[in-house]
């Protein structure tokens, strides 16, 4: 018998086929042998300005043109490549070093391979996308060859060789393959002299002698980075290579953290259901204790300790296991502060590090002691630990280099490790190698995480940038930004393209014939106005009334067309859905759409004429609904007030003009529609805001700026008509869109989420909280009174605003109608539509309920595309809610800083006097742990902890300096009831009563506010500081 | 229904005079050597040609080739499947690794272990017949029992792999197992009893057969090395040198079914056509090499109903009404019951004991076709 095998070597042809075969496993369990054929050409351009070739074969679209070449004639030299040079970087070097290669100094002209791109994307989903990024802008040249496809280029595995050496020779054909292309091509007359050369840039060390040998330059990512300019800075940016970490490991090899489970046990698990997977959540109050909140389990699992957070980070997505339940505790009674307890550690030593450290074991055993406390609150809660990460969140960090932990040659060039304390508490300690840890001492910087070994205490990262001095207003600014992931870039040239070409001169067409009229009501004659915020530039929203022929009274609530301007899919739209808010600091407002349109063509100014989109009702005088009406418009707005200006206009008898009266209609409106909403269950929360008013002048007390927010009759007003507009228009458009309206939904509270704040009242002032609907929650929060302090029921509000969930934006199709229900509002529908100028939502709400009211644009036919197919909704949703969210968080942030550098502006006065004696204000007790008390401030908003050492003492001498009050801390001893939330704070070995303290939970206290610097621990940082003065 | 009994035995009778049948079946039997149609000698096969992996997307595949224009194809893919457990299944044997958590709900699914038959699916298709007809049902039936009922035997690592024979090499693990698609596709109209073709093309089909490298361990979810460089041989290969020359050796191979005939005292294998015609007794023998040791292992033995019997038979000139009264009396009653020589009789009756020892020895013995087959097969290179 004998083989026959045909014969292809032949065939011409067959040198231009050829396949990839690999394995595919699908979710459902599938194991698939997957064939992809390729057929390699050789048209493929190499995209130099100085082939002649190239721009001859390369392919052209379907108007003829080629795409313009990238790398440049001209390329930047450097000592060891003076002729210039293009850079072929492979993945590893990617791996570690994105950071340099987004860096603006250096590394331009890169050929990014399409085997390095597929090999990224398999590593790292995220430094694909930034790869990606860096390919599309233009300035950086980076070229994106496709060298699987070409022919010369194309590397075939073979027999036993590995897909990684496979992947390194295509890296190293390609960089051969380039040098004798442009060698043979490149245009007469530049030849010999600027050839650039081809460097490979590779941390591999079998791929750099193999590259020495076939003759091609390569260099490893730092060698290459050494021969540049600012090397110092540049070095910093390369992670901590996996090479020099596995180095480590052999040396080491001690292990702090098990090991995570494989892949396939955990999957195994998960689908057994006994593992679950979730977010990890790290508690504010202790950086040891985080809880997992799984879809198996109403209340979330506990997770206490470094050991069984086994190296998890805030946010990540994990998989843990459920401990034996003789491993149960209780959530801690205690603030635990990284910063506090672990403060010693060195960051270059290893030697002496324990996962759990004497400190950190012995603040877990007393929380192992509150476990077996008898009351129903402290019961033991089931704990889990971690396992497996399924998809680490990890992100840029913003922080500040530990003092401490520089060392004492802090001057020297050397190398060295140091520890940055992140901004958000919630995150460990980052060990950060450096050369130059003593110029970024006393900076913000930005530093990313690059892993978390077994072997590591902290997880290791690598310096970006830094952002300037602590506490100057643009770093600060910046970090607050960036940590809460806050696109504040100017917007680019080609969203500004997409602008009116008339700019601010753009007017509403004066002929009626014209097609901006289109579908567009005439709507100038009625007296229309804004009520807003003082100084507000943006006006969204604007308001009439007047009296219909039959006894009615037609209300309109106008709202900018800014879909007018905004079209879908261009690339304002698509800055507008990354960016999906408007952010507001204190002293600054990240816009969502550019200025021109937000502040002038779209915002309904007074005087002017604008584009609208109206909200028309027919309304009884009972302020029963007749019927509604949407409509495209013109409006001109009579009048813009501020919220103080329209009350006091009200108010004034002696205005009998028609736009007051019709003010006072809606007026009179608002408060039925208000006793509706009331009366049908919404819920009046209360959040600890305040607001920022800055006259602007710098003699007076900025102190004095800070204002909480005092609510108005008008503040109502226009609540409550854009309340009722959002619901009108929500179930307007979700009749026309059963699938894809875009809507708003607030989840009702699971009961079990409000259990501590029931027990609390009932415990504290005999109090029911009745969570059984919205409605009898709102009953119940309204009994909860205390005549003897009013802002008790303020205080309870906060808290059970905390206890419940977040509304959130989402897709119709993806909830049953039930669970549209709006908690908070008490509505069964709701949407946002009436702030389309800083929301992104609302702005795709105007579009869909333009097409459902069949407006049909400007050129007579509408476009709804891209509001139209679910998934592409449902990821602008997740977008928009993760912004709203932080924009929320940024602007409290904001507040918060402001507040600080206020209290430390008129500390540094008072200080000039002669001594910081803070600010006395009026503070309540929130909650109570072991060894403090969380105090909130209203009048600055502000929430704070306060520890033992900050308890002023009856008798105590006034001793107010940090270093001081610290030195107290030891001395002091305290008895904590966690069943009557309880605290009493005394000095060791004086029980007496007078010299002690009490305090309780919602206690009004006497507290003194300043801002103080921390001293001993990391420079210059500041903190608002809370002295218990008087209980 | 003449052509479902047709389809149900050997071949389609091949249209050949009671003269040819006669002439044909007496040339096969001469004692010693009897002379074949084709030259060939009793035990000599067809000329052929073989080729593996030609189909990418399969797991494996080969193609066979006769000199007579025959082909088929075979085509082997493998599914990952969730192994359901029988309630009869139960064991109380446990296998269980001790302390691996994931186990605690696993108990009942110890007898999984062991792989079972229908694991191995099996699809022949052949031009003409539909797939329920009993020629396809019939013949992969066939091959099927041979496949999943060969257990290997001896030791060594890669027959420890093969344990439990080809239904323990798909267990992946209690709860999962791989489930073998193997399609067969004869290309020609099928000129002969097509098993033997069949049979080797689905052995050279199995040998090529890689399965998706597992990376997880014990009881977990199978999870799979996704390089299928890295993935490994369903038969396992014994020396992994890659150099080309030395063809690899299996410690277990799958079984081959061979297609032998008797004609009078004579065992003639891989018969045309024309010899099945004329068959006295038509049998399927699989074997397979057992082991690592020398001998092979007969697996089956199955009797197919050889066409001869539906043949016409011939009329002696005694009976012939156009011959009447040139040889015999007419009152004579022969009853044709006698064999006349040169007159094509329809076979009747059983086959001698000896004569199936034989034919069985003749595959089995040391230096037997069965031994020639396997080698011939080996020499196919396969990737």
Redesign the interface.
């Known amino acids: 018998?004998?083989?026959?095998?045909?014969d292809l070597s032949a065939n011409p042809q067959a040198a231009n086929v050829t396949?990839k075969?690999?394995?595919?496993?699908t979710k459902s369990?599938?194991?698939q042998?997957i064939?992809r054929e390729l057929y390699l050409r050789e048209d493929i351009p190499c995209s130099s300005k100085l082939c002649s070739q190239c721009p001859t074969i390369a392919p052209a679209d379907a108007n003829g043109n080629i795409a313009p070449f990238i790398l440049s004639d001209r390329p930047a030299g450097t000592t060891a490549f003076p002729r210039g040079h293009y850079l072929v970087p492979d993945t590893n070097a990617l791996l570690n070093g994105m950071d340099l290669f987004e860096h603006t100094g250096a590394f331009y002209d890169v050929i990014v391979l399409q085997t390095v791109l597929e090999e990224l994307r398999n590593r790292s989903l995220p430094l694909y996308n930034r790869l990606l990024a860096l390919v599309k802008s233009d300035e950086k040249r980076f070229y994106l060859f496709f060298n699987e496809f070409r022919r010369e280029t194309h590397v075939r595995?073979g027999?036993?060789e590995t897909?990684n050496d496979r992947n390194d020779r295509a890296v190293r054909l390609v960089a051969s393959w380039y040098g004798s292309h442009l060698q043979q091509s490149a245009k007469k007359g530049k030849k010999e002299k600027s050839i650039p050369a081809i460097v490979v840039i590779t941390d591999d060390k079998e791929n750099l002698r193999k590259c020495k040998e076939e003759n091609v330059a390569a260099l490893s990512l730092s060698d290459y980075v050494s021969g540049l300019e600012g090397s110092e800075m540049l070095l910093d940016m390369i992670s901590e290579s996996k090479d020099a970490r596995d180095a480590k490991e052999t040396a080491r090899g001690e292990l702090f953290y098990p090991e995570y489970f494989?892949?396939?046990?955990l999957?195994?698990?998960l689908?057994?259901g006994?593992l679950h997977q979730g977010v990890f959540n790290v508690s504010p109050y202790n950086y040891l204790e985080a809880s997992v909140k799984t879809a198996a389990f109403d209340k979330p699992l506990l997770i206490l300790g470094r050991d069984n957070s086994n190296r998890a980070i805030a946010g990540d997505s994990v998989v843990v296991e459920v401990l034996p339940k003789d491993q149960w505790k209780s959530p801690s009674t205690k603030i635990v502060d990284e910063e506090a307890v672990t403060r010693n550690d060195n960051p270059d030593t290893e030697e002496t590090e324990a996962v759990v450290t004497d400190r950190e074991r012995k603040a877990l055993q007393e929380e192992v002691k509150k476990a077996h406390g008898k009351n129903s609150d402290g019961k033991p809660q089931p704990t889990a630990k971690v396992v497996g990460v399924i998809k680490r969140s990890w992100r840029q960090y913003v922080g500040h280099v530990d003092s401490n932990s520089t060392g004492s040659q802090a001057s020297g060039r050397r190398q060295q490790n140091v520890f940055l304390l992140p901004m958000d508490k919630r995150i460990p300690k980052i060990r950060v190698r450096t050369r130059q840890a003593s110029e970024i001492l006393g900076q913000r910087i930005l530093v990313t995480i690059d892993s978390w070994d077994r072997d590591s205490r902290y997880p290791t990262g690598h310096f970006i940038r830094s952002l300037g001095e602590l506490e100057t207003k643009g770093a600060e600014t910046e970090a607050l930004l960036l940590e809460y992931d806050v696109q504040y870039k100017p917007f680019p040239k080609s969203v500004l393209d997409c602008l009116p070409s008339e700019g601010h001169d753009w007017k509403v067409p004066v002929s009626k014939e014209d097609k901006g009229w289109n579908g567009r009501k005439d709507l100038r004659d009625l007296l229309i106005c804004s009520i807003d915020p003082p100084g507000c530039q943006d006006i969204d929203d604007a308001l009439h009334a007047r009296l219909l022929p039959n006894g009615n009274f037609e209300v309109g609530v106008h709202i900018a067309d800014v879909s007018h301007f905004v079209k879908p899919n261009n690339p304002m739209d698509l800055e507008a859905s990354v960016r999906g808010t408007t952010v507001y600091l204190v002293d600054k407002r990240i816009d969502m759409l550019p200025h021109l349109l937000g502040t002038d063509l779209c915002s309904l100014k007074p005087y002017v004429e604008r584009y609208a989109f109206s909200v028309l009702w027919e309304i009884t005088p009972d302020a029963e609904i007749v019927s509604s009406n949407f409509t495209k418009s013109v409006i001109r707005s009579r009048e813009a007030f501020s919220y103080e200006q329209a009350q006091l206009r009200i108010d004034d008898k002696s205005q009998q003009d028609e736009l007051t009266q019709s003010m006072r209609t809606l007026l009179k409106f608002s408060k039925v529609l208000r006793q509706k909403r009331m009366d049908a269950g919404a819920l009046n929360l209360a959040s600890p805001e305040v607001r920022i008013e800055s006259e602007g002048d710098e003699v007076g007390d900025p102190l004095t700026d800070v204002k909480t927010k005092a609510m108005l009759d008008t503040n109502s007003l226009v609540e409550e008509f854009m309340l009722l507009a959002n619901i009108t228009v929500g179930s307007k458009v979700y009749e026309s869109f059963s699938q894809t309206a875009l809507l708003r939904r607030h989840a009702t509270p699971p009961p079990q989420n409000f259990e501590d704040l029931q027990n609390q009242l009932s415990k504290k002032r005999n109090m029911e909280l009745d969570v059984s609907s919205s409605r009898a929650l709102a009953d119940s929060l309204d009994r909860c009174v205390d005549p003897k302090n009013p802002f008790f029921n303020t205080l309870v509000r906060i808290l059970a605003t905390r206890c419940m969930t977040s509304a959130e934006y989402f897709c119709a199709g993806a909830f049953t109608e039930s669970e549209f229900r709006h908690y908070g509002l008490a509505s069964p529908i709701y949407t946002h539509f009436t702030s389309p100028i800083r929301r992104y939502a609302d702005l795709m709400v105007h579009r869909q309920l333009a097409s459902a009211i069949g407006y049909e644009g400007e050129d007579g036919h509408a476009v709804i595309e891209g509001v139209s197919t679910r998934n592409k909704l449902e990821d602008i949703c997740r977008n928009i809610n993760v912004r709203h969210r932080n924009a929320q968080h940024a602007g409290r942030a904001s507040i918060e800083y402001y507040v600080g550098q206020a209290l430390k502006a008129r500390g540094e006065k008072m200080a000039a006097d002669g001594v910081d004696a803070g600010i006395e204000e009026e503070g309540y007790v929130m909650r109570v742990f072991e060894n403090g008390v969380v105090i909130f401030v209203p009048r600055f908003g502000i929430e704070g902890v306060v520890r033992l050492e900050d308890f002023v003492l009856p008798g105590e001498s006034g001793a107010r300096s940090v270093a001081e009050r610290r030195e107290l801390a030891p001395h002091r001893t305290t008895e904590f009831d966690s069943e009557e939330y309880t605290l009493r704070v005394e000095e060791k070995g004086h029980p007496e009563k007078e010299r002690s303290v009490t305090v309780e939970l919602f206690q009004k206290v006497r507290v003194n506010v300043s801002s103080v610097k921390e001293e001993g621990r990391g420079a210059g940082k500041r903190r608002v500081r809370i002295l218990v003065t008087e209980a | 229904m003449s052509n479902q009994r047709q389809a149900s035995s050997a071949s389609q009778v091949p249209h050949l005079s009671p003269a040819e049948l006669s002439y044909l079946y007496t040339s096969l039997s001469l004692p010693k050597n009897p002379i074949r149609p084709d030259g060939r000698s009793p035990t000599q096969f067809r000329p052929l040609s073989a080729e593996t992996t030609i189909l990418p997307g399969t797991n494996g595949s080969a193609r066979i080739g006769f000199a007579d224009g025959t082909q088929a194809i075979v085509g082997v893919k493998a599914e990952v499947e969730k192994t359901v457990l029988a309630a009869d299944t139960l064991d109380s044997r446990s296998l269980a690794q001790h302390g691996d958590a994931l186990n605690r709900e696993g108990e009942q699914g110890s007898a999984a272990v062991s792989g079972q038959g229908e694991w191995v699916q099996m699809s022949i298709e052949i031009p003409g017949f539909r797939d329920d007809d009993a020629l396809p049902v019939f013949l992969s039936e066939m091959m099927r029992e041979s496949l999943v009922g060969s257990v290997a035997g001896g030791n060594g690592d890669a027959v420890k792999e093969m344990a439990g024979g080809l239904k323990g090499r798909l267990v992946i693990n209690k709860r999962w197992h791989w489930r073998l698609y193997i399609d067969v596709l004869l290309l020609s109209q099928p000129l002969a009893y097509p098993l033997p073709l069949l049979s080797l093309t689905t052995h050279l089909a199995l040998l090529s057969t890689k399965l998706p490298k597992l990376k997880s361990t014990g009881e977990e979810d199978p999870f799979f090395d996704d390089d299928w460089a890295a993935a490994e041989y369903l038969y396992p290969r014994s020396n992994i040198s890659k150099s080309l020359s030395a063809a690899p050796s299996y410690p277990v191979r799958p079984p081959v079914t061979l297609l032998v005939i008797s004609v009078g005292d004579n065992v003639i294998f891989d018969p045309n056509r024309e010899e099945i015609a004329v068959a006295d007794a038509v049998l399927a023998i699989s074997v397979t090499r057992s082991g690592d040791s020398e001998t092979l292992k007969l697996l089956s033995i199955r009797s197919i109903d050889p066409p001869s019997r539906l043949t016409q038979p011939g009329i002696p000139n005694s009976e012939n009404v156009n011959m009447l009264g040139a040889t015999a009396a007419p009152g004579e009653e022969t009853g044709g019951q006698e064999e006349v020589e040169g007159v094509w009789r329809p076979r009747r009756g059983g086959v001698k004991r000896s004569v199936i020892a034989r034919m069985v020895k003749t595959v089995l013995g040391k230096g037997g076709v069965g031994e020639e087959v396997l080698e011939g097969l080996e020499g196919v290179e396969v990737q």
């Open positions: 018998m004998k083989s026959l095998r045909r396949s075969v690999f394995v595919r496993s369990g599938k194991v042998k064939v595995r027999p036993e897909i494989s892949m396939s046990k999957t195994t698990g689908r057994a006994t």
